[in-house]
């Protein structure tokens, strides 16, 4: 009897329960349908907008009114009723002066405008609404303060959005600086880098100088990556050469450091059937390498570690290095290659790698024409034709240059005096010719 009574008690509790969540879902509904209502109600609802006491949600309707339907007398009463609630609620007096505006009524929008501007001085929040509609009255004046708060202040979209009004209203690279502020000189430098406006970037280089490269490192590399892909090579290597690598031709051929993959850096990447990695050399070996591994589940095309090289046109060059292989497969194995960047010259090649070999030094002669700036130094593999066509193994490189052999390309050999004393004599700023001569 006792355990029955214990049931039953534990079976009323429980609908007890199931009730009271009931109630709670069926009250939380009622609640999210009147929120709903408030917020989305058109026809038959002038009684619950005559209770409505909330400045944003008056200040939502006027401004569906105004832009939704048009109905500027409805949008004004909302937005004077929601000024009433708050008199400093910032978004109601910016719907006001877009309101007076569409009306016809700009003196009246201009002042609620600079009103709004003393009001929200130290505000982040409705800023690029205030920037916008400060366009819309053509108050350049405000609209240069905001953007340029925007930008140094706030993050992320509205940043990039603030960015591309101001470069879309100032071509002038030192007008838009004057607007926008030298506190912003970094984010306008990458902006114009990022969308290729390389003349402008150009222009705010020298600030980036001052404010050191070192510092920020990352930035100027995208930049010198954008110089690259826009045919700019001659002063990304005069940047290059100055900052990143002083002392020779190829960048980091004992592969010091992690590829950059970018600027005149190492680029790798990790196509299906591939792996790379950096090895530490083992006992006598005590320079690190390269070590790209095959897996034997692809017939690979393989260009995915190069650099770009900048060099001195109508030169001849060779590329030497060491490099080992472990059982490598097919007819078509890796081979080293030199090809120009943006030019035509005949490639290089060396002959493909055995299967197997220990650390072996090699020699590759090649020459840079005169209408080149840069070559491109790189591992390839071509696809195999064969049924066996999967390619598996192991390479090392180790220890790569590039040496100027002192021979000139063309037999132009006057032409080409001529042409370096004259860059020579210009003083230009960013001269290239010779820079990379050891």
């Known amino acids: 009897m006792a355990g029955f009574s214990s049931y039953t008690y534990h079976w009323t509790f429980r609908i007890v329960c ?47 009114f105004h832009l939704l339907e048009g109905e500027m007398a409805k949008a004004e009463g909302l937005f004077k009723r929601a000024l009433v609630q708050n008199p400093l609620f910032i978004p109601a007096w910016l719907g006001l002066a877009e309101l007076r505006n ?31 509609l400060a366009y819309q009255l053509g108050r350049l004046d405000i609209l240069s303060r905001d953007l340029s708060y925007v930008i140094e202040k706030i993050p992320g979209k509205s940043r990039q959005s603030a960015l591309k009004m101001a470069f879309s209203i100032w071509d002038d690279p030192q007008e838009l600086l004057s607007r926008m502020g030298t506190q912003n000189v970094l984010y306008l430098f990458n902006y114009a880098a990022q969308t290729t406006q390389i003349d402008t970037a150009l222009a705010f280089w020298p600030y980036i100088e001052k404010m050191g490269v070192e510092a920020n490192k990352k930035d100027v590399l995208t930049f010198l990556n954008a110089l690259i892909l826009n045919k700019r090579i001659d002063i990304a290597a005069t940047i290059w050469k100055k900052y990143f690598n002083s002392q020779s031709l190829l960048y980091d051929g004992s592969f010091q450091d992690e590829p950059m993959n970018t600027a005149f850096g190492w680029r790798v990447e990790k196509p299906k059937g591939s792996t790379w990695r950096i090895e530490s050399g083992k006992g006598k070996e005590k320079s690190q390498a390269m070590r790209l591994h095959f897996s034997g589940t692809e017939n690979i095309a393989f260009t995915h570690l190069s650099q770009i090289v900048p060099l001195a046109s109508a030169r001849k060059y ?60 790189r ?60």
């Open 318 to 377: 060779s590329l030497t290095g060491w490099l080992k292989t472990e059982k490598l497969t097919t007819d078509q194995r890796p081979y080293l290659e030199v090809v120009g960047y943006k030019c035509n010259i005949p490639p290089a090649k060396t002959e493909i790698m055995a299967k197997s070999q220990p650390w072996t030094p090699f020699t590759l002669s090649f020459n840079v024409s005169e209408d080149c700036e840069a070559v491109q130094v």
């Open 102 to 132: 569409d009306q016809g009524r700009k003196p009246e929008s201009q002042a609620i405008l600079e009103y709004v501007d003393q009001l929200s001085a130290d505000i982040s929040r409705w800023r690029w609404d205030k920037a916008l």
């Open 379 to 438: 591992v390839r593999r071509d696809p195999s034709k064969h049924l066996d066509n999967l390619l598996a193994g192991d390479l090392w490189l180790r220890d790569l240059e590039i040496h100027n052999t002192g021979e000139i390309e063309s037999s132009s050999d006057t032409k080409l005096l001529l042409h370096d004393l004259q860059i020579r004599d210009s003083g230009a700023i960013y001269s290239f010719s010779g820079t990379n001569n050891p």
């Open 18 to 64: 199931f009730l009271f969540l009931l109630g709670l879902a069926v009250l939380q509904l009622f609640i999210s349908r009147q929120e709903q209502t408030a917020y989305s109600g058109t026809s038959g609802s002038a009684a619950m907008l005559g209770s409505l006491y909330s400045s944003s949600l008056l200040t939502w309707h006027a401004k569906r």
